[in-house]
């Protein structure tokens, strides 16, 4: 049986995951069947084009005149080549749509204001960075979108305009919040006009609510919020002037809480999170952090500590996400209250806590098994010994970031066995019978007694043992990681690099920025094993000297077919040769990250020159090299223009190798 065989809507079900360019530049030039079913109107009833600058009303606008009425959901962010004439299509041909993203569009007031009064179905509303909706347009959006349940508000007006009717805008806001009955999500994001006035109605059936940048925001419009909104589940209040008198209210009224962002918030202290812990028992997700060491900040801008994380470890047992980025107070010890506590935790950001070591590693190894992401950047106490340790016990683990960790240098992941042991020795105790699991590499020291019958009986001819223990069962658990970064890692070499990939061959993305004593064999056994890399990383420094070289560009290209991003700043190594044959040979590549000049092999116009005979024109080469060609004209005669240096970003466009 193969795929020609499955029936149409089976057919139709499986190609609802693919893109709507998949479905036109391939599905429709597979087959007679194929291209009747990319015309089917079940694929047609989202279209989804966030990002895709080349859209234009000619390819735009036959979409809605023909699939019109079956469009439930249009999302166009980012689509700056539609304009007024594709907007009011939206308003003509679609008048079943729920769900509408226009932001980062040129959309004007006149036809965002017909798109409300003609499809007055929508439910979901995105105008985020939509700067020519004017905001006397927006007190149309209660009248005529009287079922609106999520909203992404404007951020951004005139600043003068601002200041001459700030009256009028806040009583605009005002009106909005008031009157959408059904709001469940708002989002006001970066709104430089959202201040307290504007929340002193509040919505009742609002569930979520982001206030992240909004600087005009403080206790006082904390406090109407949660006076108002007291089903609120989901708060994000990053980047604000709230401290702990309106975390006080929130936990006396926002008691059904699960999310709460409050990072880089100078005035929040552990008396307002204390305060939130002991109210919100449902709370799941925490966000603390401030600002790490290496932000060239003098001091920490975390004011969390320990007192924080045993208040929170005793009252929010179901606890699954928690950041406390640049918090130096964070120690140990509050990670063992959190660990053996929160036994749901799954991601974990310690970045720029300078007194977590070891230890919390082993903590988390030992009680935090579905732990899934981790951030241990910056932590400088951080060693080998305890990374290995979690690697082999934490098994669903899928993101690990170690950046700048220098005691990070015999790296040696391992699998995580489980042995199912026999054996009828009457010595055993109790809870050691036959069939018990044992999990680890080594097997416990309960058994050690066993081995030594076998022993004895090995150096003496007369011994009898009472038993003979065998492994009767043994399964290996897979490492699952997708996500490694090891930048700055100076410690990291070749061995280790060794043990990593053939480790972690589910890999997608591997950063080894600055990481110079990587060497062609290392990068060698990252090809062989990690088969599945899309993002690679391996610049590195002005002060350091890579020693990798084309040897490594041809192990890649001829075993990583997948691989999308290549960074190779700051590379000195490397020829146009080898760049040639890395453009020829691996077609999936879509980034590629050069310096030239003079410390490097690469000439600026011959490697351009080359990646076009390669690849033609693609996507943001011709600007690379008209700037190559402005930063090196052609005048031997200046020394200062030939020792100047150049990173360049080549992007390449989807082509197929046939």
């Not at 990319?38 to 989804?48: A, C, E, G, V």
């Not at 084009?49 to 980012?78: C, K, M, T, V, W």
């Not at 504007?198 to 919505?203: A, M, N, S």
């Not at 700051?570 to 691996?586: A, D, L, P, T, V």
Request: with cysteine.
């Amino acid at each position: 049986m193969s795929i020609y065989d499955l029936s149409d809507p089976l057919l139709l079900q499986i190609c609802q995951y693919l893109d709507h360019r998949d479905v036109c530049l391939a599905i429709r030039q597979t087959c007679q069947q194929w291209y009747r079913l990319s015309y089917d109107f079940t694929l047609w009833q989202r279209l989804h084009f966030a990002g895709f600058s080349q859209l234009r009303n000619e390819h735009f606008l036959p979409l809605l005149h023909y699939y019109g009425d079956s469009i439930q959901e249009i999302d166009i962010s980012g689509c700056k080549g539609i304009d007024a004439l594709g907007f009011d299509a939206i308003a003509e041909h679609c008048k079943s749509v729920r769900k509408l993203n226009v932001s980062d569009t040129y959309i004007a007031g006149e036809s965002f204001l017909k798109i409300c009064e003609e499809c007055p179905k929508i439910k979901e509303l995105n105008i985020f960075d939509c700067q020519f909706i004017s905001y006397k347009v927006l007190s149309s959006i209660p009248k005529c979108l009287q079922g609106l349940r999520k909203l992404s508000m404007l951020n951004r007006l005139d600043p003068l305009q601002y200041v001459l009717n700030r009256s009028s805008v806040i009583s605009v806001y005002q009106s909005l919040i008031k009157n959408c009955k059904e709001l469940v999500e708002l989002d006001c994001k970066a709104s430089d006009f959202v201040e307290d006035d504007i929340f002193t109605d509040g919505i009742a059936n609002l569930h979520s609510l982001n206030l992240s940048h909004c600087t005009g925001v403080s206790d006082d419009g904390i406090q109407s919020i949660a006076v108002n909104c007291s089903a609120l589940r989901y708060l994000n209040s990053s980047h604000t002037y709230i401290s702990d008198r309106g975390m006080e209210v929130i936990s006396r009224c926002c008691k059904l809480l699960t999310h709460l962002n409050v990072s880089d918030c100078r005035n929040v202290t552990d008396i307002g999170v204390c305060m939130v812990a002991q109210n919100c028992h449902e709370l799941c997700h925490l966000d603390v952090h401030g600002e790490s060491w290496m932000a060239l900040r003098p001091h920490s801008t975390g004011n969390i500590t320990d007192v924080s994380l045993k208040v929170i470890a005793s009252w929010c047992p179901n606890l699954e996400y928690l950041d406390t980025t640049g918090c130096w107070g964070v120690t140990d010890d509050g990670i063992r209250a959190i660990t053996i506590t929160c036994k749901n935790l799954q991601h974990l950001e310690v970045r720029g806590c300078l007194s977590i070591s070891d230890q919390s590693l082993i903590n988390l190894s030992d009680n935090s098994r579905e732990l899934r992401s981790l951030n241990i950047s910056e932590c400088v106490k951080v060693t080998s010994a305890g990374l290995n340790l979690l690697m082999t016990k934490c098994t669903k683990m899928q993101f690990l970031k170690a950046e700048t960790c220098h005691y990070l240098a015999n790296l040696r992941f391992s699998c995580q066995v489980q042995h199912s042991v026999g054996c009828s020795c009457a010595q055993l105790p109790a809870k050691d019978v036959r069939g018990s699991s044992f999990t680890g590499q080594i097997f416990p020291k309960t058994l050690e007694r066993h081995f030594q019958c076998i022993d004895e009986a090995s150096t003496s001819t007369s011994y009898q043992p009472q038993c003979r223990p065998k492994v009767e069962k043994c399964r290996v658990t897979p490492c699952v990681l997708s996500h490694l970064d090891l930048s700055f890692c100076s410690n990291i070499a070749d061995d280790s690099i060794q043990q990593v990939a053939s480790f972690c061959q589910q890999l997608k993305y591997l950063s080894l920025m600055g990481c110079y004593l990587v060497t062609d064999k290392g990068i060698s056994h990252i090809a062989k094993h990690c088969k599945l890399l899309e993002h690679l990383n391996l610049s590195c420094s002005r002060t350091q000297r890579s020693k990798l070289t084309d040897q490594s560009l041809l192990e890649l290209a001829g075993a990583c077919h997948t691989l999308k991003h290549l960074n190779l700043y700051n590379g000195i190594c490397f020829s146009e040769k080898g760049i040639g044959q890395m453009m020829n040979r691996c077609w999936s590549l879509r980034e590629l990250c050069l310096t030239t000049g003079t410390r490097t092999k690469l000439d600026a116009e011959v490697i351009c020159r080359a990646i076009m005979a390669a690849r033609g024109d693609c996507i943001g080469k011709i600007q690379a090299e008209m700037d190559c060609q402005l930063r090196w004209p052609s005048l031997p005669s200046s020394p200062r223009i030939a020792t100047m240096e150049r990173n360049i970003l080549f992007k390449f466009p989807k082509k197929s190798s046939v």
